[in-house]
């Protein structure tokens, strides 16, 4: 079947459309000896790509792979870190991150925890990502003091940040800490601006405390026996689970194949 470079090198899991169109531009592509360029297509029944001097054989496809994070705070969102600081693909064990293009869809911050994907799935990685798409996701936020109403209906309506008003946000008290004032909310938010919670809180002039996402769309970190997945701990997404995930983005369905064991609780 013949499709574009980018997208076989996102469906191989070698990279991110964005990224493997970055690599066809820096001329790292090869299709039959020549270099290939943005639009390209490519049937490797027929064609022989190589990337960085590397073939890419048909065979050389990974099974797909798509997990639920429960990312512990202090911990990096990204496959390597400059800093030598711990990452999500540390987590987990050495037959799932390497030779299989795994990595996180989306980032929680260094000081953030919660719920975060992580598969070798370009075109769902490019759903989950692309700013046309709002898939809701939903957060724990510990204020260092009780939000006032007027400050929570003008979160709920939207704030500045860089010349532009953030989305509506969906917000609701959980509880007060009567000890020290500090005070849970939960907020669902369709949008994902870089550390939009913590700049927004501190525009209206509180502290976050603490930041936990406890849900991406309809996938929480609730596992089957309704216990929250602990910390650094994974799980493999339900086949239920992805389908709601490829019907967001208009994806084609996808079959789900054996997995070596489920749920991880090390």
């Not at 990337?51 to 054989?57: H, S, T």
């Not at 769902?124 to 510990?142: A, D, N, Q």
């Not at 700049?199 to 970190?221: E, F, W």
């Not at 929250?228 to 490829?246: A, D, S, T």
Request: charge should be positive; charged fraction near 25%; hydrophobic fraction near 35%.
């Amino acid at each position: 079947m013949t499709e574009r470079v980018q997208k076989v090198l996102s469906q191989w899991g070698i990279a991110s459309r964005r990224k493997a169109e970055k690599m066809i531009l820096a001329g790292r592509v090869l299709i039959n000896g020549q270099t290939a360029s943005l639009g390209d297509k490519v049937d490797l029944r027929v064609d022989v790509l190589h990337i960085d001097d590397k073939e890419i054989k048909a065979s050389n496809r990974p099974q797909s792979i798509y997990l639920l994070l429960n990312k512990p705070p202090e911990v990096v969102s990204t496959c390597s870190d400059p800093q030598n600081r711990s990452t999500v693909i540390d987590l987990l064990p050495k037959n799932l991150r390497q030779g299989t293009g795994i990595h996180p869809v989306g980032r929680l911050d260094f000081s953030s925890s919660g719920a975060l994907i992580l598969t070798n799935d370009g075109d769902l990685t490019l759903g989950l990502t692309h700013p046309r798409y709002h898939l809701p996701k939903t957060y724990l936020v510990e204020l260092d003091r009780p939000p006032s109403k007027k400050d929570l209906t003008v979160w709920r309506q939207g704030v500045m940040l860089d010349q532009r008003k953030t989305l509506p946000a969906k917000i609701r008290r959980v509880q007060t800490n009567k000890s020290t004032k500090s005070t849970t909310i939960e907020i669902v938010l369709t949008e994902g601006r870089n550390r939009q919670i913590r700049r927004v809180a501190q525009r209206l002039g509180y502290q976050v405390l603490k930041l936990h996402r406890t849900a991406i769309g309809s996938i929480t970190l609730n596992s089957m026996n309704k216990l929250e997945l602990p910390q650094g701990n994974y799980r493999h997404l339900e086949q239920k689970e992805i389908n709601f995930l490829k019907n967001s983005f208009n994806l084609k369905p996808f079959k789900l194949a054996a997995q070596p064991g489920d749920a991880v609780y090390e």
